[in-house]
């Protein structure tokens, strides 16, 4: 198995040849100096073994593979200010591009030719100990078994370490009911996890190490061994209807809310489009009007029907503002096409379907003034994303979430102004001539 | 054409049996499962290589969403203006990379190139029960990457509605440009891939059903085969789902029906449609999308269940167990699709349904890995690259198959759903443990598929930079998710909570470079000692299956003499009593009599007696001697 073999060289330059030219083609038209530059370089690559190790300790940054051997990269090399002559720069791109990018190349190339020597002195190692008389095949899969330890060392601490930094930079306190019970299951799910992932891999890793072939020795004959299985099918069994059954009422709990405290919460209505959310408070009826998206026009952005008289005191809000402690019901659905409602804060997450409604309710528990005092950040926000791929500009589609006091609450949604304005109000009357008056007082009140 | 088929009689196979091969019908049309088998593990590694390439560039603008990068202008001219992916082609990126890799690389390039090798050399088989429909299966693959690929040549750009092409944005080209002629592309080039599965699928069934050896009953068949074989009729019983999801589809972007669509006012502009619904689609996605995952994984389960038996030296722990768990996850990957659609708006109570199933399924999931740790313990393991690739994707599977219990669970899944958990989660345990597979695979059968060894130093080296690369890609993306930073995101700066992962993110993608350039030593390994590798012996790995007892060198029909008989299953090895630490399947146990068990023989009381007989004739002896 020689590295240095007359096909592999030619094949190995004619290679990097095309590599070279190719690359070259018209990034050193304006740079000849630097092109010169690089050649310097790499000759000296060329040159000595140990100008080679040199440079590539530099190297070593990056990483990469390849068995070149070393005469045959550094002729590669070579052959790159023949390409120099060729070709005009492409207009409107900074030759200086090519440049860099033809370094970053360059680098490989370089990484590559340390790989092919790392290669070379193995097997004259190899050889070296076989002449010597010594095993020249178990070594290489001791080593392997080795690094299994030394992946299981550090893998096991890499899992603490991101457990103890990117987790606390992860959990945040949840800010509603439903919210502190979906935590705790799901601490305990990773208890349970992090268990078996530690454990399995220690099995995995430490039987690698352990078990590694070694001469005169013949493995165990053990094709099954029924309890075994049976413990291990049962065991998880177990773990898993705990896990679900804590998971199946949680999730009842949040989806299967009773009538009568569906009807008690807030109504707020979120419509999504590409790429904003239009907020819909009930008003004073607590009903959300009904919509038609045929009714849409450029006044009437959403469609809302308003021969629904309950929509007539619906409420457009600037942002997400909700009471503290109070039952709120969202019903959300989109104009265009699919896009999430989800509030990381909250743990509520619901996609906005297009000709369907659909609803979360929750009560959120920790206003935004607590919450910025708890994370000592006085610009500290909830918010509303969209997690739902919906085009160009899905990542950032966002609407501000404010938990506020009941009074707060109360002011703010007086201040919000009314969908059916004074325009939309004359475009309806033109279709909707015979007016309960009733309904006008109504309307009056209201403004 | 040639005029090979599994009835052709063996005595024509000699050692030049290709005399009437054109070049055409050699290489390029060619019947042959075994070329057949190369030609989709090419094409498997060009499109991995290609997705791959895609990942990094949009990792480039996830790590660094604020500076610019001028040579992608010069690759990609105006979607990446003045050097910056923009948001739309962005969205490309991602859903042809998830589109690629999971359907191209992971679906056909896997089980296209292990089940057209495996099955009629570890059956004993002269070839697939129908060559001619093997040969139309790639060749519709091939169309349809070639379709695929095209994407990135049409004006509005390749299809940008993610892997899954949720409709409305998918159908409505007014919603995101990819949904222009990039989705049109898309959904023609995946009707291609369906039919070419399903031709596929057809005849690995078959082929496992009616074409095994003498002696090779079901249960005598390596894991390899079965798990090839309940993927190919999951891969059956699905796909034909996705067409029909995939026909309506075009439908209504083409035809103006309904199907999917009702209540859009998409730009301002109020369309026609009406009573149609974006949920059934998601239904018909996942109804094929689960079982996918499970296409994906299950060949690399058995092509990892054999190579750990036969590195370890031992039989494969528990194989009944494993069979059964592979049956069960077959059955049951068809009932717990709902998992994907938690807060999609589906009825609360079937998600409560669902997610009962979905940890039902991790049950088998969790026998099988605990299975693989029996097989190591207590074993004689060598390392050879394909041992080390089969224990590395046994780690992805557990790490990733934990995460599943999250998700799994509808209630966790609200504030998980579509976030970089998911990423992280269905990288860890669809990707990297069926690349892992993939690539065990790849180095095991090596020496069968191309008569060569690949270099295995370089094998060391691919491995160990991949799995340390796969683990700090994606394990810190679990945390993001956890913080709600949703998947599918073109820049993290547009919120204050997600500048803390900029930095996060800059390390991925240099981890995710360095893998990447990693797997320039594969890519050179795989070529390179395709000619000129050590040349390979019969049997390198002392496999006992009985693709090891062909000849190193390629001829039709596979045996030259008559086809081998099978005698006992794949997985004797290290059997006390036995001279050698392997018993291939073809010897029998009238050769093997100082090692044979009394379960060998299942029951027949005559082969039973004359075991008695024979160990009441030699034993003693053999103890004395050992005195
Ligand atoms: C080369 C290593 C890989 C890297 C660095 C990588 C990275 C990523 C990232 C960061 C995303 C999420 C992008 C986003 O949501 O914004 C993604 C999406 C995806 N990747 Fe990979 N990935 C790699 C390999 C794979 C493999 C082997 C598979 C095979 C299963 C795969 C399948 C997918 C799928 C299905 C998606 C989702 C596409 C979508 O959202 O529509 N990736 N990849
Ligand atoms: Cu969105
Ligand atoms: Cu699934």
New binding site residues.
Partial sequence: MSFIDNIKFKTVFILAFMVSIGLSGSMFAQEADSAAQAVDTTATVGDTDTAVTADMDTAAAATGTDTTDTAASAGSVGATPTATSDAAGKPGINPQVYTNFFYYVLLFFLLCILVAVIGKILQVYELTRKMNGKDSTHYLNNIQAGLFIVALVTGLYGVYWSYVHHGAQSMREAATQHGVNLDIMFMVTTVICTIVLVLTHIALFGFAFRYRARENRKAYFYPHNNTIEKVWTIVPAIVLTILVLFGFFNWRAITNIPEEEQKNAIQIEVIGEQFMWTVRYAGRDGAIGERNYKLTTPLNGLGIDFNDKKSWDDQMGSEIVIPVNKPVRFQITSKDILHSFYIPDFRVQINAVPGMKTYFQFTPTITTEEMRDKLDDYSYNYVMLCAK?CGANHFNMQKLVRVVTEEEYKEWLNEQPYFFTEDLRKEFQVTQVNEDTADAKLLAATN | MSSITSAHPADHHGEHGHHHESFLSKYVFSQDHKMIAKQFLITGIVM?VF??FL??L??LQ?AWPDKEFPILEVFLGKWAEGGRISPDF?LAL??I???I??FF??TAGLSGTFANLLIPYQLGARDMASPFMNMLSYWFFFTACIVMISSFFVESGPASA???VYPPLSAVPTAISGSAMGMTLWLISMTLFIASQVLGGINYISTVLNMRAKGMDLWKMPLTIWALFLTAIVGLLSFPVLVSAVVLLIFDRSFGTSFYLSDLVVQGQILPNEGGSPILFQHLFWFLGHPEVYI?LMPALGLTSEVISTNSRKPIFGYHAMVYSLIGITILSFIVWGHHMFVTGMNPFLGGVFMITTLIIAVPSAVKSFNYLATLWRGNIRFTPAMLFAIGMVSFFISGGLTGLYLGNSALDIALHDT?FV?AH??LV???A??FGMLCGVYHWFPKLFGRMMNEKLGYLHFWLTFAG?YL?FFP?HFMGIDGVP????AFTEFPFMEKWISVNVF?TWA?II??LGQVAFLWNFFSSIRFGKRATQNPWGSNTLEWTTGVKHIHGNWPGELPTVYRWPYDYSKPGHHEDFIPQTVPFSETMSSNLPHDFEGNVEAERIQREWELANRPQAEKEAE
């Fill in positions: 791929i | 991995a997705a791959m990942s990094i949009f990792r996830l962005f991602v859903t990379h998830g589109t890799m999971v690389v992971l993610g892997w899954t994906v970089y990423v269905f990288h669809m990707g990297s069926s690349i796969a890609v993306m998947r599918r995101y073109y991925i995710a893998a990447a």
